[in-house]
């Protein structure tokens, strides 16, 4: 097995390879980390061995059989097309695919079972979509969702490097180059991804698609404000989830502690609740605040937290290359 890493210097593509070492299925397999020309000839450390960046045409002519990309919308929209021709399976951590109708947007323990052995390129949804669906899968089987209204308080790390660095600079009192338009340390702004003309963002408008495209729900009603906060360790969110049936909240605890990658954690008597701090380079979506909303009827408040670098994106790729070789799929 060959398993391509596009993007391999970046902050996901990093995580990626951390991931895979940590495979039981994959971490054997022969890794290709791949990057734009200026990283070409950089070495990276992978299992305890130096890997030498390579350009994309190297790695299509070296056929891996799965590629994991985490370039960007452009380079992706290039190059996954050319490394599917060449009998690659492309799993697309860019917002590029993940809403056109003949691509799969997965997230395994939810809907992968719409994957086949015929898709060549496969969509990674946003971390901050990704997450959510997780703990709300099990609730929308079981009474159905008529809508949900979402806050997100999204971690620096989701934007980039420069945005990491910017924080630890302004923590430092250094001044350099800015990610954001307004200081991020002691500081929040309601603007994550870019304003559309009907002033939404296009991260809460991801909040809006992905979300129905996962949990196969066009009727959902879904509104969202994405958060920058200053933070390093995960992206949180306050959710309000108006449901189709009546519920009790021990019935909704039971079915989320069944949840495969879902941690409760909601004990407010010993102040214990999902935070950043404590889902950093963890896997699980932790989940807690478990409470009624007594101002309109089948409705429940809860609090959603995820490291975005790993399920909200390295670790949720991993996942959809292991279920396509456990299914016989590639």
């Known amino acids: 097995m060959k398993i391509a890493v596009v993007g391999a210097t970046g902050l996901v593509g990093s995580v990626m390879l951390k991931v895979l070492s940590e495979s039981n299925l994959l971490r054997e397999a022969e890794v290709i980390v791949v990057a734009s020309e200026r990283s070409v000839g950089k070495e990276l450390d992978y299992n305890g061995r130096k890997l030498s960046v390579i350009g994309m045409e190297a790695a299509i002519a070296l056929k891996p059989d799965i590629a994991l990309f985490s370039a960007g919308g452009g380079t992706s929209a290039t190059w996954a097309p050319r490394f599917a021709e060449n009998g690659c399976k492309v799993i697309d951590n860019s917002s590029q695919w993940r809403m056109y109708p003949d691509v799969p947007l997965i ?3 939810i809907n992968g079972d719409v994957l086949k052995r015929s898709d060549r390129i496969i969509a990674n949804p946003n971390c901050s979509t990704m997450q959510m669906v997780v703990a709300l ?38 001044k350099g180059d800015m990610a954001y338009p307004w200081p991020i340390d002691l500081n929040l702004f309601p603007h994550g991804g870019t304003f559309q003309e009907d002033g939404y963002t296009t991260e809460e408008e ?70 950043p701090l404590t889902s950093e380079g963890r896997d699980e ?17 809860m609090w959603v937290v995820s490291d975005n670098l790993r399920k909200g994106a390295a670790t949720n790729a991993v996942q959809i290359a292991e279920y396509l070789i456990k299914n016989n799929l590639i």
């Open 206 to 275: 991801k909040l809006v698609k992905e979300t129905r495209k996962i949990l196969r729900d066009e009727d959902i009603q879904v509104t969202a404000t994405v958060v920058r906060v200053p933070v390093k360790g995960g992206h949180s969110e306050a959710i309000n989830v108006e449901l189709r049936r009546e519920f009790e909240i021990s019935e909704v605890r039971q079915l989320l502690e069944q949840m495969p990658g879902v941690i409760v954690t909601d004990d407010p008597a010993k102040n214990l609740y999902p935070m």
């Open 137 to 174: 899968a099990p609730l929308q089987k079981q009474y159905g969702i008529r809508r949900l209204v979402i806050s997100t308080y999204q971690s620096v790390t989701g934007t980039g490097v420069k945005a990491v660095k910017q924080l630890e600079n302004e923590r430092a009192g250094i």
């Open 285 to 301: 979506v932790f989940v807690g605040r478990l409470r009624r909303d007594y101002s309109q009827p089948m409705t429940l408040n």
């Open 107 to 109: 997230v395994p323990e």
